[in-house]
């Protein structure tokens, strides 16, 4: 892309799953910083925004300095002219203030676009995965057919995309069905603490940093976890507030409520976990 439309940047942006951002691949000019790997707040691109660029996949700033031509409406007209199908419309003052603070003048911005919504069972639907970022110090804008040959472009490559994403999830589930089938054989020969001591565990079946069994008043651990007496005040509020539930799955230990939280340190901060028993549990 960088070759094809002579840009001093150009950066692969992706929407992780918590909806921020992150630099996935870049091409750059070699005395500019490089950004790859940088990751920004999903607030820099909000909701509004990011549903424009599934409208309008191409989206063109020449020159963010240049004074903005008004436009005027015709009296006759009883809607309000909407201009957010417009390549070429003015940038906000605040998105070229955040241009000109990444020392950028001139950006073109294409959308790559999937298929599935967000719960990938909605095949119909399209999902915004990421965008195409060019950055450039100066003024430059690129003709309309330049522009059409992007957007083609970034068509291909979102189609390609989805059919490398659907055979990685489907290699991902043969990957978990075939551990969950390892694991309860496991439990069925051995005990449940094998689930956490042997190879394959429950962290090859579950994405996290650590694992705890709590099982008849026994502790085991594997990766990252909370000490046994922080293990075992947990269970102890898990009785208290959340007895009834068969789990219990958080972000935020501290949101959820738990009063140790702060004790925990950086190390832990979610949770999932499971009931065996009313007083056995998995983390």
């Known amino acids: 892309v960088r070759e094809l439309t002579g840009y001093d940047r ?3 942006y992706r929407f992780r799953e918590d909806e921020h951002g992150e630099v996935y691949a870049e091409n750059r000019r070699d005395d500019l910083e490089p950004y790859l790997g940088l990751h920004y707040p999903a607030t820099d691109i909000p909701q509004a925004s990011r549903f424009l660029f599934k409208q309008s996949r191409v989206r063109m700033i020449a020159d963010c300095n240049a004074t903005p031509v008004r436009v005027i409406q015709d009296e006759s007209l009883t809607q309000p002219l909407c201009l957010s199908g417009s390549t070429l419309r003015a940038p906000l003052g605040c998105h070229a203030q955040y241009m000109a603070n990444m020392g950028s003048i ?3 911005i294409l959308a790559v676009v999937i298929s599935g919504g967000d719960d990938g069972m909605n095949r119909s639907a399209t999902k915004l995965w990421g965008l195409v970022v060019c950055h450039h110090a100066s003024p430059r804008r690129i003709p309309f057919p330049l522009r059409y040959a992007c957007e083609f472009l970034m068509q291909a490559f979102g189609l390609q995309l989805n059919m490398e994403l659907q055979l990685a999830s489907q290699l991902s589930e043969k990957h978990i069905l075939r551990t969950q089938t390892l694991l309860c054989d496991m439990i069925l020969r051995d005990s449940p603490a094998g689930i956490v001591t042997q190879s394959p565990s ?3 079946l579950v994405k996290c940093d650590g694992a705890a069994l709590y099982y008849q008043g026994k502790y085991w651990t594997l990766g990252i976890t909370p000490t046994e ?4 005040d947990i269970v102890e509020w898990l009785l208290a507030c959340h007895g009834d539930s068969t789990g219990l799955s958080t972000d935020s230990l501290a949101d959820a409520g738990y009063p140790g939280a702060a004790a925990l340190g950086e190390a832990v901060c979610g949770m999932a ?3 065996i028993t009313p007083r056995d549990f998995l983390f």
């Open 10 to 12: 150009v950066m692969v």
């Open 106 to 108: 001139a950006s073109l």
């Open 202 to 204: 429950v962290m090859d």
């Open 229 to 232: 007496a922080q293990i075992k």
């Open 273 to 275: 976990v499971a009931h």
